[in-house]
């Protein structure tokens, strides 16, 4: 039995069902469904009848809340006590890919931290590959990554904000004025390319062997301004997420048949439920993706 099974079930039954229960503690529906039926297969009694799509409690299941509710209530006294005394700002430590934290590290400085003297943020810049053994050896306690990227098993994630990765030129590439480009059309092209271990990378390398184009890579870096310096100053292009580029960087989006849609994703290790800074950052990320 873990603890946190006892806490999906008990804020299923003070939400009145699981949908309002995963958004309280931001986790998948699935998340808590699943931890339900392993409670009650520890248990060897339903803890709900299932009438409908709605959970209704049944009477162990209501007796068992009795119970539980009031010692997850002081388990939490505790934590607070315990870290009341231990003094000092709490640690927080959070990982991301270069691309997305070109946007999204501003906001987390520039509004989170200041909110939350009592929080020491450390951010650190990866892969997505190396962000998933972070998370997964405890040396990350948050991590914000692509949703549809192979390296999230062993992670509970939810969902943050949907954008796409565009192809961008400057304004002297021959493909800027360009109304719509396939992306055979980028075949002897010079392309400026992300490093291995990010998402894109595995996405366009594969588009490449399925178009049988062979990709002319001139240069390869995490840099994401070096990127953009290089390409707005040369006949070079690249793939970037939209909300990387600035009016200022005096980048060109060309239409492309390959523009991938993703779901930038907030996660962590399955069975270590964010709390404390933790979970107020995943809130303060929710809310600003939806804004």
């Known amino acids: 039995m873990r603890l946190n099974q006892l806490e999906y079930f008990v804020k299923t039954v003070e939400c009145g069902g699981a949908n309002a229960a995963a958004r309280e503690l931001s986790v998948s529906q699935p998340a808590i469904s699943a931890a339900i039926r392993e409670l009650e297969e520890e248990l060897g009694v339903p803890l709900f009848r299932r009438v409908r799509q709605q959970l209704i409690l049944t009477e162990e299941g209501a007796a068992f809340y009795r119970r539980v509710g009031p010692l997850l209530i002081q388990l939490q006294v505790a934590v607070h006590q315990v870290q009341a005394m231990a003094g000092g700002p709490q640690a927080l430590r959070l990982c991301l890919p270069p691309m997305i934290g070109m946007f999204m590290a501003p906001l987390i400085l520039g509004e989170f931290v200041p909110a939350h003297p009592d929080l020491h943020l450390t951010i650190s810049e990866a892969g997505t590959d190396s962000i998933q053994k972070m998370l997964l050896d405890g040396t990350a306690d948050l991590g914000i990554m692509i ?18 990765y565009a192809l961008f030129v400057g304004r002297q590439s021959p493909l800027a004025g360009r109304r719509l480009i396939s992306f055979r059309d980028l075949a002897g092209e010079p392309l400026v390319l992300f490093d291995q271990g990010l998402y894109i990378n595995a996405l366009l390398h594969r588009q490449f062997r399925q178009e049988r184009v062979r990709p002319n890579i001139v240069l390869q870096t995490n840099q994401i301004n070096t990127i953009k310096d290089f390409v707005g100053h040369s006949v070079v292009s690249t793939f970037l997420i939209r909300e990387v580029v600035k009016d200022a960087d005096q980048l060109i989006e060309v239409p492309t048949d390959f523009s991938p849609p993703i779901t930038i994703i ?11 800074g933790a979970l107020q950052l995943l809130r303060f990320l929710q809310k600003t993706g939806r804004d």
Not at 147 to 164: H, I, K, M
């Open 147 to 164: 949703g549809q990227s192979p390296y999230n098993v062993g992670l509970e994630a939810v969902p943050l904000r949907e954008t796409r």
């Open 266 to 276: 907030a996660a962590w290790k399955k069975g270590r439920r964010p709390v404390g």
